[in-house]
């Protein structure tokens, strides 16, 4: 295998890796304002590019998150087409996610403690 190919696999595995570790917690920030369907969320979290994930992906992450209580969901009627399901954080999500908001300072900073060079060397 040519190095400049094992970069480029990992350069896509490790966005990939990284998303799937955090994404419904991203998905639970973005309801803490408010109801959104499935559609409205793909596209918020895809105006982040490495964000950027499938209806293959949210809308099972989405039943995931009901089952376990963190998000309830209502249909509403759509001004086009069929009712649409909006999923809403619930009081368990909330806490869910203040733990997360809690912890991810501290886990980034632990990664950024050992991805930091402590010479300061660059090259």
């Known amino acids: 295998m040519v190095p400049g190919n094992a970069m480029n696999e990992a350069g896509g595995r490790v966005p990939s890796q990284l998303r799937k570790g955090v994404l419904e917690y991203c998905?639970?920030?973005?309801?803490?304002?408010?109801?959104?369907?499935g559609v409205e969320l793909?596209?918020?979290?895809?105006s982040v590019?490495?964000?950027?994930?499938s209806q293959g992906?949210?809308?099972?992450l989405l039943s995931r998150l009901r089952r376990e209580g963190?998000?309830?969901?209502?249909?509403?009627?759509?001004?086009?087409?069929p009712p649409r399901r909006y999923y809403a954080l619930t009081a368990l999500?909330?806490?869910a996610l203040a733990e997360f908001a809690g912890a991810w300072p501290h886990f980034r900073n632990a990664v950024d403690h050992f991805l930091n060079d402590p010479q300061?060397?660059?090259t």
């Not at 998905?27 to 369907?37: F, M």
């Not at 590019?49 to 994930?53: H, I």
């Not at 992906?57 to 099972?60: G, K, L, S």
């Not at 963190?70 to 087409?81: C, I, M, Y």
């Open 93 to 95: 999500g909330r806490t």
């Open 120 to 122: 300061g060397d660059t």
């Open 42 to 46: 793909l596209a918020e979290l895809s």
């Open 49 to 53: 590019s490495v964000m950027t994930t």
């Open 27 to 37: 998905v639970l920030a973005l309801l803490r304002d408010g109801p959104k369907y």
């Open 70 to 81: 963190l998000v309830d969901t209502e249909l509403r009627e759509s001004p086009s087409g």
């Open 57 to 60: 992906t949210i809308y099972p």
